[in-house]
């Protein structure tokens, strides 16, 4: 007792303690431990400890061929298993000056879309879980289902499709691709309005979400933080009106931004991009011209030697693939730069300084993947 | 013996009568009270085990889902079965922790809502206790349930329960201060504390429209504040699956967890038959004054079940909550209560006196 | 501006940059001692303006180790390649950027899991995927992993 006397005020006060948001733990949305140092109910700093799903995807593909990096694509971010490929497939065709026919380009363009809207829909759903309206789970994943049936009917596959090949598609799309996709956009055209009423208005939801994790532009720059939660900070990097590929350069799309840099604009962010993207759908969906869905390829690609850099806009914000090759057909060195990697770089900044409850929210709006991080 | 099922006064005279001619006068009275007791325990469990299913039910058609379909007929034998469950689970030890604390934390807080419960009135006669303090009472008596709470996470020697049950205790102690006031509002308008004259008093009318705007925002902040007071719905922070712990009850497994969870289903049942009793008429059916035709066929229907519907459509609501509102921060929650509910109560309760000295109400 | 004005400019800070063939981007390689004086002053410098790093990666060369940054300014939307080599393989080290884009604390730590590159005065170089007491630096090709490793 004599000697919590005898302490100065400020240290007693000063008592920070840690805990662990452990790798098992219902919102973090994967295998990331967080040891977070409070004071009282305030966040000092945060570690996060990476590395639980750590799977040598960069070193696997230094012995595979580039068509079967493609599968180990998929499970980088498996929330936009199509964007990842397409990555792969651009740049061998980037390197080989390939033309893929038109088709081809339009149906990526579409699948792009459809994982796109498939990933902030589950997004949606967990961040709504984590702040406690349990029942935003269930009606996003319900409406997710849709599209995971229009994609098992076309490829097989509800999620981890390996759709992209280089050189195309691994098959044509199924005749009731259109149909299907028609009707999952007059339906979801009228569930995203329940989704605005149950969370978005809610005077409970923008108390717990306006001036919480501020991230300012130039942080954001800096910190490489692209995507949705860059735009909310008012950056403009969506890599596909920067440097457009595929069809994305021909469709009239608006890239959403919004100034006010935290946990509200990211939301409100993603949720404009849906509408976005179901309106990039809509208009291709009707005008897909009939041609090959693959370009010929050889049996073996081999990529001339030199280093090559591809650019997507996948869900999470910039995938950049960097290839350096020596000629043979499996890549020399093939590296990922995934988004989850840098948003995660700024969940610390951020934090400092709000609530442990806060917390919770900051990290479901920077829309975490952790293999994505992990590789 | 006339068994007449809108007044059941006769029914306990009948009783009284043939003890009294059995036994002594003290032997009759401790058998009375042994019966109550039992048929109180049999009620407690049945309610709790049927409302632990109406929840999930509830829950799932939000949901979109179906809910419990498979044990039973719909799914009624589904809480059986987890309280089966329960019991048979291995009860961990704690090791340093204060081992009477640790046992009679969730007893403790079963006696707080099972003594409220008891001054209820259920129907004409169905009323155990009749204090002339009856409000006074509930509200006493259900202010307990924050010592098992505290109890709870203090003795499990963890300092993430430790918080929870900090938390919990700050947030229920500073909600019954909005219930009480709310109450105190009815009772301005009524005059008297005691359950049964309230009811009474509500033959004409009931209080929550007899007392118009005072009365609805009286309502509204009871129900506000007694959702908090249970830590339900879009107050349940301290005990969020998606926040650290489970909060004060992490450490207790097996029939004490279940204890703990039977009694907040309890204490959602007790603010709601409060609420029901004190706003809406409690077993009084709906009766306009001067519509005598109208009121024989209200009448038609029996007490019990005007006051269990009355009941469960406000048990129903406070279902509703859950379900939709993302959760409140602890200090919005603590905001909430102490810059809003607290000035807008009391402002409202003179607005109640100044109602009750003019005669304006009906 | 273009990689010509671009490669002008660079010249100007530090004369003994040698571009690499690529199609792609201006790809310059840098030595390890200018490095951080050049990325400082792509930063700062207002028309240049290297204000995004959008890839920090590291590759072992066979014989060289190297690090190699792809930047891009936000403003112009201009794009460089910055490589750094090194001959040691035992003590490979650089300079570190993180105080100049803040992404790259946690890509330099990344190749220093993956290849051992150290890096000077970086807050805290440590191995972000692998356990601390893992041996070995498994994107090196002469990593040899007879537990992990199958080869066919």
Redesign the interface.
């Known amino acids: 007792m004599k000697e919590i006397i005898n302490l100065p005020v400020s240290k007693i006060e000063e008592e920070e ?1 840690h ?1 662990n ?1 452990g790798p098992q733990h ?2 973090t949305h994967g295998v990331l431990r967080l040891v977070v140092s409070l004071q009282g ?1 305030i966040v000092k700093s945060l570690k996060p400890h ?2 639980y799903i ?1 799977r ?1 995807i ?2 696997m593909c230094e012995k595979d061929t580039y068509p079967q990096v493609i599968h180990l694509t998929d499970r980088i971010d498996y929330l936009s298993a199509h964007i990842n490929n397409h990555a792969v497939c651009l740049l061998v065709e980037k390197a080989l000056e390939i033309d893929v026919p038109e088709r081809v380009k339009y149906i990526r363009t579409i699948m792009d879309e459809l994982a796109r809207i498939q990933s902030h829909q589950l997004w949606w759903s967990s961040f ?8 935003c ?3 996003g994943l ?1 409406d997710r289902e849709m599209i995971l049936d229009i994609w098992e009917e076309t490829t097989g596959s509800r999620f981890l499709q390996s759709y992209n090949c280089p050189g195309g598609v691994m098959q044509d799309i199924h005749p009731n691709f259109q149909k299907r996709v028609h009707s999952f956009i007059k339906t979801f055209k009228k569930k995203i309005k329940d989704y605005d009423r ?2 978005s208005g ?1 005077v ?2 923008e ?2 979400s306006q001036g919480v994790g501020m991230l300012s532009k130039e ?1 954001a ?4 933080v692209t995507g949705p939660s860059g735009r909310g900070s008012g ?3 969506d890599v596909r009106k ?1 440097e457009p590929y595929s069809m994305y350069g021909q469709v009239h799309f608006n890239e959403v931004l919004r100034y006010g840099c935290d946990t509200y604009s990211r939301y409100m962010v993603r949720m404009q991009e849906m509408h976005e993207s179901m309106n990039i759908i809509e208009q291709l969906i009707d005008n897909i011209p009939s041609g090959d869905y693959s370009a010929k390829m050889k049996a073996v690609i081999k990529l001339p030697a ?4 591809q ?1 997507v806009e996948s869900a999470r914000g ?1 995938l ?1 693939l ?1 290839v ?1 090759s020596d000629g043979n057909k499996t890549p020399y ?1 093939m ?1 990922f ?1 995934t988004p989850s ?2 948003n ?3 969940l610390d ?1 951020i934090s400092r300084d709000m ?4 917390l ?1 929210a900051i990290g479901a709006s920077l829309d975490l993947v952790i293999p994505d991080i ?1 590789r | 013996m006339t068994f007449n099922i809108y007044d059941l006064t006769s029914f306990d005279k009948w009783i009284d009568q043939g003890l009294n001619s059995i036994m002594s006068p003290t032997w009759a009275l401790i058998t009375e009270m042994a019966i109550i007791g039992i048929v109180f325990l049999l009620f407690y469990a049945v309610v709790g085990l049927f409302l632990v299913y109406a929840e999930r039910k509830v ?1 799932a058609f ?4 179906v809910g419990p379909n498979r044990v039973g007929p719909y799914g009624i034998f589904q809480t059986i079965a987890d309280f089966i469950k329960l019991l048979m689970k291995e009860l961990v030890y704690i090791k340093d922790s204060d081992k009477l604390l640790f046992n009679i934390a969730p007893f403790i807080v079963i006696i707080a809502s099972f003594m409220a419960l008891s001054a209820v009135p259920f129907a004409k006669g169905l009323h155990a206790i009749d204090f002339d303090i009856g409000i006074l009472y509930v509200i006493a008596v259900s202010s307990l349930g924050v010592v098992g709470v505290l109890l709870a996470g203090w003795s499990s020697n963890n ?2 329960s430790l918080i929870g049950a900090m938390r919990s205790g700050a947030q229920i102690v500073s909600y019954e201060l909005s219930v009480g006031l709310s109450l105190l509002t009815i009772i301005v308008l009524s005059g008297t504390m005691q359950f049964s004259e309230i009811v009474e008093m509500q033959r004409n009318g009931w209080f929550i429209f007899k007392g118009h705007i005072p009365a609805i925002i009286a309502f509204l902040i009871f129900l506000i504040a007694s959702t908090a007071e249970t830590n339900r719905g ?1 107050f ?2 301290a005990e ?5 712990t489970a909060g004060f009850h992490t450490e207790y497994s097996g029939i004490k967890f279940a204890f703990f969870f039977l009694a907040e289903y309890m204490n959602m049942f007790l603010v709601a038959s409060i609420a029901a009793t004190v706003f809406w008429g409690g077993w009084m059916p709906f009766h306009v004054s001067g519509w005598a035709g109208f009121n024989t066929i209200m009448d038609y229907i029996p007490p019990l079940v005007w006051y269990f519907g009355k009941t469960a459509f406000i048990i129903w609501l406070m279902m509703l909550f859950k ?10 929650l603590l905001t909430l209560e102490w810059k809003y509910l607290l000035p807008i109560n009391l402002v409202n309760i003179l607005f109640m006196a100044f109602l009750v000295l003019m005669h304006w109400h009906f | 501006m273009d990689n010509d004005s671009l490669k002008a400019r660079i010249l100007e800070i530090v004369p003994d940059v040698q571009q690499e ?5 201006l ?1 310059l390689v840098v030595p390890a001692g200018r490095l951080h004086d050049l990325a400082g002053e792509l930063r700062n410098t207002p028309d240049l303006g290297f ?5 920090l ?1 590291g ?2 060369y066979g014989k060289q180790l190297a690090v ?1 940054y ?1 930047l891009n300014s ?1 403003a112009h ?1 201009h794009s460089i ?1 910055i490589k750094v080599k090194t001959d040691d393989r035992v003590n490979p080290a650089f300079d570190t950027v993180c105080d100049i ?3 790259a ?3 330099e730590r ?1 190749t220093y899991d ?1 290849f051992g590159i150290r890096f000077n005065n970086h807050p805290d170089l440590r ?5 601390e007491e893992w041996k070995g630096y ?2 090196r090709k002469d990593y040899a992993d007879e537990v ?2 199958v080869e066919f």
């Open positions: 303690y805990i948001m219902p919102s109910e990476c590395g750590h040598g960069e070193k709504g879980m984590d702040l406690g309206g349990l029942t789970f269930f009606y319900r149950i969370l809610n409970i939801f108390q717990r942080d720059i800096s910190y490489g950056w403009s990097c920067n030199g280093e090559y850099y650019k910039e950049g960097y350096v060195r590296k730069r990697f840098s995660l770089s700024v900044h609530k442990i409850a806060d919770v992990d | 829950c939000m949901q979109n889902r300092k993430y879009p349940d922070l969020a699956e998606s926040e650290l379900w939709t509102f993302p959760r409140l921060r602890i200090d919005q | 063939e690529n199609k792609q981007y790809t204000d995004f790093l959008f890839c990666s590759v072992d190699v792809h936000t939307k390649v884009w803040r992404t604390e946690f890509h990344e993956m191995r972000i995927f692998l356990d498994p994107l992990n490793i």
